[in-house]
């Protein structure tokens, strides 16, 4: 099983400002098979990225991915108010796991 | 406009079991695989099991193996999960999701999820 950590646990940050949020795999995951969802409080997740950089439908270009091999990073380049929640990655393909998550909070 | 609605969720004893129901509207459901994904209370997200589109294959992760069984009814557009010998580490909210064309565990379109709590 791939083991996905997610860092920082939490981000404070301010509107406007650039988030970059860190997830490093247990092992190699392909680029084709890197997700990362978005989660605000009583709602359900909404994906955000697939294949590592590619935004799924209706995701603002402020939200980019990149990363390969075990090292991947989602950021925002512009924080608007409705940003701020838990984001979680996700390996997918076989045995799918996710990371634990990062706080996207006001600071 | 996809749309999919659990349904089942509630109070159980350890032990006990629960079918949960997630009817779907909006796609072609037959055309696509599905999933469960679960969420303890606090915690991050499980992916729990799959089901192709056909029904004809079934995944399951290891924590639920031979405790839980996914289904599926494509003539009435319901997704299936029918728990047994419940714990109380199954206790989280449990998603429906709706997996790409690819069946690659990648989910484009989630439930509002339904709340399982296994407690004596």
């Known amino acids: 099983e791939i083991v996905l950590t997610q860092s920082p646990g939490t981000l404070s940050l301010s509107p406007g400002e650039r988030a970059t949020l860190s997830c490093r795999a247990s092992?190699?995951?392909?680029?084709?098979?890197l997700a990362w969802y978005q989660q605000k409080p009583g709602q359900a997740p909404r994906l955000l990225i697939y294949?590592?950089?590619s935004r799924a439908t209706g995701i603002p270009d402020r939200f980019s991915g990149s990363g390969s091999g075990t090292d991947f990073t989602v950021s925002i380049s512009r924080l608007e108010p409705e940003d701020f929640a838990v984001y979680y990655c996700?390996?997918?393909?076989?045995?799918?796991?996710f990371g634990g998550g990062t706080k996207v909070e006001i600071k | 406009e996809v749309q999919l609605l659990e349904s089942g969720g509630g109070l159980v004893q350890p032990g006990g079991s629960l079918r949960l129901s997630c009817a779907a509207s909006?796609?072609?459901?037959?055309?696509?695989?599905m999933a469960w994904v679960r969420q303890a209370p606090g915690k991050g997200l499980e992916w729990v099991s799959a089901?192709?589109?056909?029904?004809?294959?079934?995944y399951y992760a290891d924590s639920v193996k031979g405790r839980f069984t996914i289904s599926r009814d494509n003539s009435d557009n319901t997704l299936y999960v029918q728990m047994n010998n419940l714990r109380a580490e199954d206790t989280a909210v449990y998603y429906c999701?709706?997996?790409?064309?690819?069946?690659?565990?990648?989910?484009?379109?989630w439930g509002r999820g339904t709340l399982v709590t296994v407690s004596s």
């Open positions: 999701a709706k997996d790409t064309p690819s069946f690659l565990a990648l989910f484009d379109y």
């Open positions: 909006g796609f072609t459901f037959s055309t696509y695989a």
């Open positions: 089901i192709s589109g056909s029904g004809g294959l079934t």
């Open positions: 092992q190699s995951v392909s680029s084709s098979y």
């Open positions: 294949a590592t950089s």
């Open positions: 996700q390996q997918y393909g076989s045995s799918p796991s």
